[in-house]
């Protein structure tokens, strides 16, 4: 590559010139169906617009920004007995008793909201939000993410190496471990919310049930500490055969000789793991981290389906504003925000993973 | 470097198509709806010259509707129908009778989607594009407030002696400053469901009139019935999600207490009252003594579920619960009847009003056609067709309560009138068009006090300042 370079003949510029005539149509058709959109929803976020009415559009500027963003952290004081001007302290459990945290938080010129509470110092505080659907919404979305693609890679790279191996009726396995990802996800939400019933027409519920674990009647779904956990376990279930789908692609290029030649060397499987496959799978890892994390990251159908209002990700989110209330300006703008959090997250992988966009 | 840009801009590229995914507002194209030829395939041959042609469209305008000439154009209209099932089998069949009948005005009847929540949003997207795809479409009895800017006002159409004889509330509720915008087409409002084989066999008389009746009834009957194997058995359940149906439990909890309507007819905030939080306190006592913990997670068809297996002694749901539990699949075919929901004290009773109204979209090219069939969707004669149906669908008439097909066949109807006349409207035409948002803040509150995370009284004071924040109305007493 570096003897051709600056010095490229007519016959490479001519062809250099061909494939800019061969791009140009894709690139005319994204203009018009990615970046117009792009840029129209980028002005939209600084305006009031209402979704399908007559309602005149104002310029807000950040305002709509700002309502998505704001958060503030207040110390809540603790309730003062006004008879001997103490700190009140429960009779029973000995603990400071504070005031209401939604009274800490400050009304004017926006209403802040309670995100959470915590103790730090023996002083409590509050988080809030003047909107904490959607600080919440990018939180579990986060943790939603995070969590099914580290699964995915985990229990993917298993698969992989299994499926890899060669036995009898590995052809079959490979078709059958696909399953789940072939099964569209509007049908499988319904299928797991089936599974996942408060009671014990639902599987889990019968299965712990009978295990003598829980009282058959778990609210997987309507609980909030279970809602998390329930959707990254349909997730980690439908997308693993994708995951073990792309390393097994990776595997399928290391040549077996050199792990002949490791294996006369002397290095166990695990160290030939560790040596061997995981540095020339690199690439192949970079790759399928960044596809699944940004795919993680705009879940929209399983959220919808399955939990509807009673908890959003980034996207249900934006659709809830968009077509429930109708703010076309404020859900421009959480979609602007949607797009940052992804170039957050595909700019962090780049840069940590290495990935070389040129092979100079 | 050529390379890296290259890369750079296609990730761009990438993260611009996610962005047009999720920002679908930004879009202007009308959502895709059957195209106009499809119907004109359809045009009978009695009108060879039928092209359609839309600047023709005014001409039809003008003349009388009755008057149309049968050898005159023929007007092909769009009319989004119910999503698949049995009420779209039926409508299917309504379409037929009208396009046999008037050669001039053909209907073209296309399934809507299923959820209210889908149909809305496709509504909007049609109406946001202006765009003259649909004519004829069912609004739910909430929208009426929040879609009115798009909705023809049925009083230019001859909509006022057309409503004279049905019920009140639901006129006016589809009156939105002065213009008819809805047409009532049928009705619901919650029900108590009752084990009429449990209530004798634990020896009680009746339903219960009142909340602490109906507690003590639950109990006892959950207890015995547990006591003899069943181990799933509850004694109540209800609608706990948090969507538009928690609003709807939630309001009959509240207005049967004395606690209001949240906002008022008169644009006054209601809901901080001490009513309101003892009944959101009380229904956060059920839940896993007389209702199943998963109740919080259960809508209309989740409750149904419990019950239609003979699990529940009560069950709050709508009319069309009542045709299927008489199913052959159903555990209490024979077993139950229906009632008024209980009060804080006896007669307080209260039901959210439900059903769906018959619209007109602004943007239809021909208005007087489809007002004249909306006029006939939503006459006398077609709402008693439909209450004869299988669907059993409440009719809005008042006159149809006193029919004695309707009495034979339908018995339930006339027994509940009381019901449906007294029903109580959400604040949906009052904080039009926010009414989505207010009922959001409204069942997102409740929830937390269903859940635990707070009291009924911090609930209602929580309200109270978002909705002040949001609509900017007054505060008050109900």
Redesign the interface.
């Given at each position: 590559m570096a003897n051709a370079k600056g010095q490229s003949s007519d016959l490479a510029k001519q062809e250099q010139r061909l494939a800019y005539w061969l791009l140009a149509p894709t690139f005319i058709i994204l203009l018009a169906i990615a970046i117009y959109p792009l840029i129209s929803v980028f002005g939209y976020s600084f305006t009031n617009a209402t979704f399908a009415s007559n309602k005149p559009t104002e310029f807000v500027g950040l305002d709509n920004y700002r309502n998505l963003l704001s958060m503030t952290i207040v110390q809540v004081p603790p309730l003062i007995d006004e008879a001997t001007g103490q700190i009140q302290v429960d009779a029973e459990t000995g603990e400071v008793q504070y005031e209401s945290s939604v009274r800490a938080l400050p009304r004017e010129p926006v209403r802040f909201r309670v995100v959470t509470d915590f103790s730090l110092f023996g002083n409590k505080y509050v988080l809030g939000a003047t909107d904490p659907a959607f600080i919440r919404a990018v939180w579990d979305t986060i943790v939603f993410g995070v969590s099914t693609v580290f699964l995915e890679l985990v229990l993917g790279m298993m698969v992989a190496l299994i499926v890899n191996a060669n036995f009898k009726g590995r052809g079959f396995m490979r078709a059958l471990i696909l399953v789940p990802w072939v099964i569209p996800t509007a049908v499988s939400s319904q299928i797991w919310e089936y599974m996942f019933q408060p009671n014990r027409t639902g599987f889990f519920n019968t299965v712990l049930w009978y295990l003598g674990m829980g009282s058959g009647e778990i609210p997987f779904l309507s609980d909030p500490t279970w809602q998390l956990p329930a959707m990254i376990v349909i997730d980690v279930w439908k997308t693993t055969p994708f995951m073990a789908l792309l390393l097994l692609a990776g595997l399928q290029l290391i040549p077996a000789d050199i792990y002949e030649a490791a294996d006369v060397d002397g290095a166990g499987p695990v160290r030939s793991f560790f040596q061997l496959t995981l540095p020339l799978l690199k690439g192949t890892i970079a790759v399928a981290l960044v596809f699944r994390t940004l795919d993680a990251l705009r879940v929209f159908d399983l959220f919808q389906i399955v939990l509807g209002q009673a908890r959003y990700s980034m996207a249900s989110f934006t659709y809830y504003e968009l077509i429930q209330n109708r703010a076309m300006g404020y859900s421009s703008a959480s979609s602007i925000m949607i797009f940052l959090v992804l170039s957050i997250f595909a700019i962090g992988y780049m840069r940590s993973l290495g990935v070389k966009s040129d092979d100079h | 470097?050529k390379?890296?840009y290259?890369?750079?801009m296609g990730?761009l590229?990438?993260?611009?198509?996610?962005?047009?995914?999720?920002?679908?507002?930004?879009?202007t194209e009308a959502p895709a709806a059957p195209a106009e030829p499809a119907a004109q395939e359809a045009a009978p041959t009695e009108a060879p010259a039928a092209e359609a042609a839309p600047t023709e469209a005014p001409a039809a305008e003008e003349a009388p509707a009755e008057a149309a000439a049968p050898s005159g154009d023929v007007v092909t209209l769009t009319w989004v129908g119910p999503g698949p099932g049995g009420e779209f089998e039926f409508r299917k069949q309504q379409a037929a009778e009208w396009n046999a009948a008037n050669p001039d005005i053909q209907i073209n009847l296309i399934e809507g989607p299923v959820s209210a929540?889908d149909r809305?949003?496709l509504?909007?997207?049609a109406?946001?594009a202006q765009s003259t795809d649909i004519d004829i479409m069912q609004i739910d009895v909430i929208w009426p407030g929040?879609l009115a800017?798009?909705l023809i006002d049925f009083n230019e159409y001859g909509g006022a002696e057309a409503v004279a004889g049905d019920f009140p509330a639901i006129v006016q509720n589809n009156t939105v400053d002065g213009r008819l915008v809805g047409l009532p087409w049928f009705t619901d409002g919650g029900l108590l469901y009752y084990r009429t084989d449990l209530l004798e066999k634990y020896g009680f008389a009746g339903p219960p009139a009142t909340w602490t009746e109906l507690e003590e009834m639950s109990q006892t009957i959950q207890d015995g019935e547990r006591a003899e194997g069943n181990?799933?058995f509850w004694g109540y359940v209800w609608q706990?999600?948090?969507?538009e149906g928690l609003t709807c439990d939630a309001l009959e909890w509240v207005y049967s207490s004395g606690g209001g309507t949240i906002v008022s007819p008169e644009k006054v905030i209601t809901i901080n009252n001490d009513a309101a939080s003892a009944a959101l306190d009380r229904a956060y006592s059920w839940i896993g003594k007389i209702s199943?913990?998963?109740v919080?997670?259960f809508m209309e068809e989740d409750s149904r579920?419990?019950w239609h297996?003979g699990n529940a002694a009560f069950m709050r749901n709508w009319p069309y619960a009542y045709g299927l539990s008489q199913n052959d699949d159903s555990a209490v075919v024979g077993k139950f009847d229906a009632t008024a929901l209980p009060g804080a004290e006896a007669g307080q009773s209260a039901a959210t009003l439900g059903g769906w109204q018959v619209g007109v979209s602004k943007y239809s090219k021909y208005p007087e056609a489809a007002a004249k069939v909306a006029l006939w969707l939503a006459s006398e004669e077609q709402q008693k067709a439909q209450a004869l149906s299988p669907n059993s669908l409440i009719p809005t008439k008042m006159a149809l309560y006193e029919d004695p097909d309707i009495a034979a066949q339908r018995e339930f109807m006339p027994k509940l009138l009381p019901v449906f006349t007294s029903a109580v409207a959400r604040p949906s035409t009052a904080t039009a068009?926010q009414y989505?948002?207010v009922s959001?803040i409204f069942f997102?509150n409740v929830?937390d006090v269903l859940?635990g995370k707070q009291s009924g009284a911090?609930a209602v004071?929580?309200i109270e300042?978002?909705l002040e924040?949001l609509t900017g109305f007054e505060v008050g007493a109900p």
């Open positions: - | 470097m390379r890296r290259l890369a750079v990730l590229v990438i993260m611009a198509m996610v962005l047009a995914a999720c920002g679908g507002g930004a879009a929540t809305i949003g509504y909007l997207q109406f946001q929040d800017d798009n181990q799933d706990g999600a948090p969507y199943p913990p998963g919080t997670g579920a419990v297996a068009p989505n948002e959001n997102s929830y859940t911090d004071a929580n300042i978002d924040d």
